[in-house]
């Protein structure tokens, strides 16, 4: 069993910053894509940033230049480092991960969500 546990979200005002973290443990053989979604009230869940197994990182256009994605192989971790964060930010964030082996529903696996608010 395979399970992704996010950390480091919260409150902040407009323009602070936020570092979330999420950790995958269990029966893990590697790890290929890693990602942040994130869903507000009354919206579909949007890509925030992916990054590859060798680092290549992707970014949706409203987040670019603000937040950075990284991992740690060697921890099966990754991080979304946010800043100049804005109301609009304001969001449950999801990890999600590609990761063999797959399990019953397949190879993505997604964390519990943690919840960002951005006061303005």
């Known amino acids: 069993q395979v399970q992704l546990v996010e950390s480091g979200g919260g409150l902040v005002q407009a323009g602070g910053s936020l570092r979330l973290s999420c950790a995958a443990s269990?029966?893990?053989?590697?790890?290929?894509?890693m990602g942040w979604y994130r869903q507000a009230p009354g919206k579909k869940r949007e890509l925030v940033a992916t990054?590859?197994?060798?680092?290549?990182?992707n970014y949706a256009d409203s987040v670019k230049g603000r937040f950075t994605i990284s991992r740690d192989n060697a921890k099966n971790t990754v991080y979304l480092q946010m800043n100049s964060l804005k109301p609009e930010d304001t969001a449950v964030y999801y990890c999600?991960?590609?990761?063999?082996?797959?399990?019953?529903?397949?190879?993505?696996?997604w964390g519990q969500g943690t919840q960002v608010t951005v006061s303005s």
């Open positions: 990054i590859t197994s060798g680092g290549s990182t």
């Open positions: 269990g029966r893990i053989f590697s790890i290929n894509t």
């Open positions: 999600a991960a590609n990761i063999d082996p797959p399990g019953p529903l397949g190879p993505w696996y």
